[in-house]
RNA sequence: GGGCAGGUGGCGGAAUGGCAGACGCGCAGGACUUAGAAUCCUGUCCUUCCAAGGGUGCGGGUUCAAGUCCCGCCUUGCCCACCA
């Protein structure tokens, strides 16, 4: 007998399968049906560890999957290998940050060899070569001259550790993404996208998105943050301005007892700039202004604020109301000022009560009738209204409308959208990025790079100083350049890209990566996109993946492609844990791949990271787990072992149709799992169910070679997925030649193997004959001993064994019908 | 505060409304062996010799039948969060 030793042949199928060129695709081949294979591609930094390593895996088990169903499968691979990580090792450790980020990917992909992941190596691309960013820079350029890339002054969330601004996506919690340093509040002049022109086409879209994970569409929605309601105009008492307040509940606006105004408004601004208010509300505003982002969790600061000493109309009940401002409302959503509704609105019920200010109930319930005085909170319900003129009596949903029109009708509002998202800020003030390719002259402006004239090259001979400022600005050689237009002397951009441009489109660059002439060839793409399969962790739901939408879809209008949405299908893996904790190098609790191969092989580790549970779900990381699943394949390899020398002895016609079922049963089974979604912890369970029925059938010699030579033929097939190497090994030394992938075809089951025979059987319900009952043929008429119904409940006596209901005969499936 | 997903043995986890606990781990007993941390066999939810019950966070309901569907709670995790 000889051992399971992967070692002995884990490398020699990996060469195998590259020297073939198994997994090289020609994208203009036209014979077999293309299926996009698509993992998120990886942040360079350091090698990978196990809790990486389960969306590879993932990824290499549905394209094998795929080819081996008859697709012509792309599974490419490359690198987003730019970033902060790797100028901050720049900086601390004196290495270039190309340096650090290509020898990364040269351990990376040893270890992606190593795993077996079948990747076409030729489609490779690096998102920090010229060949790449080249073309992410003239996509900014198409953004650009379509408008949809413009530079603005504006507020903006900076991390003084990082030393950058960052996207309102990249801060969490009022704190960096990265390094959960505090952000703060800068003025600066930067570059943005307009994703907001695309705002509608991303929500409405998603319906389009069938095979998206419910999760992740309810996060985009809720990230992008619709939401209907009215604009009010509120005249100021003594001027010919107003103010607008966004609402959702305009049904409550006979209950709007004061204003609101976000300390950063342009009024108060005006006001103070002019000297119309008070020098208390001079010093809270400049208060505010030191306080606002200081403050992690916004919802439990104490509400603050100062009367302005200006009076509005509230333009329903034609009262004079007070003008506030306070920190409450926030100057990026709506119009930075608001309706306070004390009684309807918590917020405003608790800055109501703090600074005794008037307050009204204009909803009430039927059951309890709302009494103000004694109101411990505001009723945010919806109801009838009261106090509300005209309006009285009129359901919250109904008065919503109603109001509305009449403020239409009288110019006194108007039905409006809000939405969350804003704009994407891309800029950078970082090295290891994409150049903005734009150049400043002080004669002809802001000018774009020509096209011809790309790429703008990131140089590479450049000093690295913890100063924060990014090395390009100190580049004369890079910021001294010739304005396109005049031909004078002028600027370039010193600022770099976020590097989710560079991860916006690379799925594109992928079908012709070497292309020097355009960024994709249209036609191919419109051939292989979308995806068909996308893999990656939900992190990126609100992020990447709104991202590379909006750049999808700005494309679609360019009329560079013809598909609206990237990604047919996505699949968000669940992070791998261990002692109770995400899997990474920083918590050190990793483990590393390489000293789990060395013990047990590649498939073990594959095997086990696909057997461990549910892919969409976290999983606890446990090392007898991985000896459990070397175990299986130890008996698996032995199996083959023993069939050589197998012969069968005492043929038991019974047990053979048996294991035929079972078999079929099996690949049933695994095919449903493997079509109906990611469910390989199953799949591989009924495998082993299989290996099980079979050790023991060839255990007892009871079965017919011939049959236990074709289902150790099709397990290699139903197991390739999840294990290829010892697959390929163990049908080459079943006498087959070349290999399982080029070879064969996923097995068929045979339905008729499966159909049982039924009887039916008479049921009588308290001595009344009142149906039938369907019965395995197994069960022969003699074994059904009784079937009664007694205190409404069916029973199945067979032999002395009660069987509740319409259940199993011998494992056979029984039906009632009553 | 809002949204979403969960709660099943000692553990990871299985169950189109139909034998709850597949498969794996662990544990116990046995076989083989000079040896076993290899391998194989048997057992392993609880009460119980058997028989028979009970059992999927808690409380109700629908159904011949509920882990699964409905209503109300408790609880854990994740995401978003003064978004008017």
Redesign the pocket.
């Known amino acids: 007998m000889v051992d399971y030793q992967p070692k002995d042949f884990e490398s020699k199928w990996q060469e195998y399968w590259q020297e073939k060129g198994l997994f090289t695709i020609d994208v203009e081949d036209k014979t077999k049906p293309k299926y996009y294979c698509l993992v998120m591609f990886p942040y360079p930094s350091s090698e990978l560890h196990v809790g990486h390593a389960r969306n590879y895996v993932i990824g290499d088990a549905v394209a094998r999957y795929k080819a081996m169903r008859g697709f012509y499968v792309l599974a490419p691979m490359g690198w987003d290998a730019f970033g902060l990580p790797a100028e901050n090792q720049a900086i601390k450790n004196k290495i270039h940050p190309k340096t650090w980020t290509l020898k990364n990917i040269e351990r990376i992909t040893d270890q992606l060899k190593s795993w077996g992941i079948g990747y076409d190596w030729d489609k490779e691309v690096t998102s920090c070569e010229p060949d790449y960013y080249k073309w992410t820079q003239w996509i900014f350029l198409k953004l650009y001259e379509a408008g949809l890339a413009y530079k603005k002054y504006a507020p903006v969330n900076f991390c003084s550790s990082c030393k950058t601004v960052l996207a309102?996506?990249q801060?969490?919690?009022?704190c960096c993404e990265r390094c959960s340093t505090e952000v703060e509040e800068k003025k600066m002049e930067q570059w943005f996208l307009k994703i907001t022109d695309y705002t509608e086409h991303l929500l409405c879209d998603l319906d389009l998105l069938t095979d998206w994970p419910?999760?992740v569409k309810?996060?985009q929605e809720?990230?992008i943050?619709k939401?209907l309601?009215v604009e009010i105009d509120f005249p100021i008492i003594d001027s010919d301005k107003k103010i607008s307040?966004?609402?959702?509940?305009?049904d409550t606006i006979f209950g709007a007892t004061y204003v609101?105004l976000?300390p950063e408004h342009t009024l108060i601004k005006e006001w103070i700039e002019n000297d119309s208010v008070s020098p208390e509300v001079v010093e809270f505003v400049k208060n505010m202004k030191r306080h606002a982002v200081k403050?992690q969790?916004?919802?439990?600061?104490?509400?603050?604020g100062v009367f302005t000493g200006k009076y509005a109309i509230n333009p329903m009940t034609d009262e004079k109301i007070p003008i506030y401002t306070?920190?409450?409302?926030?100057?990026?959503?709506?119009?930075?000022?608001?309706?306070?509704?004390p009684t309807h609105?918590?917020?405003?019920f608790?800055f109501a009560k703090k600074y005794d200010l008037p307050m009204r109930v204009v909803i009430d319930t039927s059951e309890v009738p709302i009494k103000l005085n004694e109101m411990k909170g505001a009723y945010e319900g919806e109801g009838i209204l009261v106090n509300s003129g005209e309006f009285n009596g009129l359901k919250s949903e109904d008065a919503k409308d109603e109001i509305a029109r009449y403020m239409e009708e009288h110019n006194i509002g108007r039905s409006g959208v809000?939405?969350?998202l804003r704009d994407w800020l891309i800029s950078r003030q970082r090295y290891w990025g994409a150049p903005i390719p734009i150049i400043y002259c002080d004669q002809c402006g802001t000018l774009p790079v020509a096209e011809k004239d790309l790429p703008v090259i990131l140089p590479e001979d450049v000093e690295f100083k913890p100063t924060g400022d990014s090395p390009l600005k100190y580049c004369e050689d890079f910021v001294n350049t010739k304005c396109p237009k005049c031909g004078g002397a002028a600027k370039r951009e010193v600022d770099t890209m976020d590097t989710f441009v560079d991860s916006s489109w690379y799925y594109l660059r992928y079908i012709t990566p070497r292309n020097k002439k355009e960024a994709f060839d249209t036609k191919l793409v419109n051939k292989w996109l979308p995806v068909d399969q996308y893999i990656g962790g939900?992190?990126h739901?609100?992020m990447h993946l709104i991202y590379a939408r909006f750049i999808t879809k700005a494309l679609f209008n360019l009329k560079l492609i013809d598909f609206k949405e990237p990604f047919a299908k996505l699949f968000t893996q669940g992070m791998i844990i261990k002692d109770g904790v995400k899997m990474s190098k920083s918590k050190g609790n990793v483990v590393a791949p390489d000293a789990l191969i060395e013990k047990y092989g590649v498939d073990t580790m594959r095997l086990y990271i696909l057997?461990?549970?549910?892919p969409e779900?976290?999983?606890?990381w446990?090392d007898?787990?991985v000896?459990?699943?070397?175990?299986?394949l130890?008996?698996f390899w032995?199996l083959y072992d023993t069939f050589q020398t197998y012969s069968a002895q005492e043929i038991n016609n019974t047990r053979e149709a048996e294991l035929n079922r079972i078999f079929n049963l099996t690949i049933k089974k695994v095919t449903i799992?493997m079509e109906g979604g990611f469910?390989f912890?199953?799949a591989?369970?009924?495998?082993?169910?299989l290996?099980?029925q079979l050790?023991?059938d060839v255990?007892q010699c009871c079965v017919s070679k011939k049959l236990l030579s074709k289902i150790l033929e099709a397990l290699l097939v139903l197991i390739y997925p999840f294990a290829p190497h010892i697959s390929e090994e163990l049908w080459q030394k079943m006498g087959k030649t070349s290999s399982v992938l080029e070879n064969s075809l996923w097995p068929e089951c045979d339905e008729s193997a499966l159909i049982q025979e039924t009887i039916e059987m008479p049921v009588q319900i308290n001595g009344k004959l009142r149906g039938k009952v369907e019965v395995a043929n197994e069960a022969d008429e003699e074994e059904i001993r009784e079937i009664v119904?007694s205190n409404?409940?069916?029973k199945v006596f067979i032999q002395?064994?009660?069987?509740?209901?319409?259940?199993?005969?011998?494992?056979?499936?029984v039906?009632?019908v009553?």
């Open positions: 309102n996506e801060v969490i919690e009022g419910q999760k309810i996060m809720n990230w943050g939401s309601g307040c966004f609402t959702t509940r305009v609101v976000a403050t969790d916004l919802a439990e600061l104490e509400k603050e306070a920190n409450y409302v926030l100057i990026s959503y709506g119009t930075g000022s608001v309706m306070a509704v609105d918590e917020r405003d608790e809000q939405y969350k939900i992190e739901a609100t057997f461990m549970g549910p779900k976290d999983a606890e446990s007898r787990g000896e459990g699943a070397f175990r299986f130890n008996r032995r799992d469910k912890n199953t591989i369970s009924f495998i082993m169910e290996l099980n050790q023991s255990a119904l409404d409940k069916v002395d064994k009660l069987i509740r209901k319409f259940i199993v005969v011998k494992k056979r499936v039906n009632i009553i």
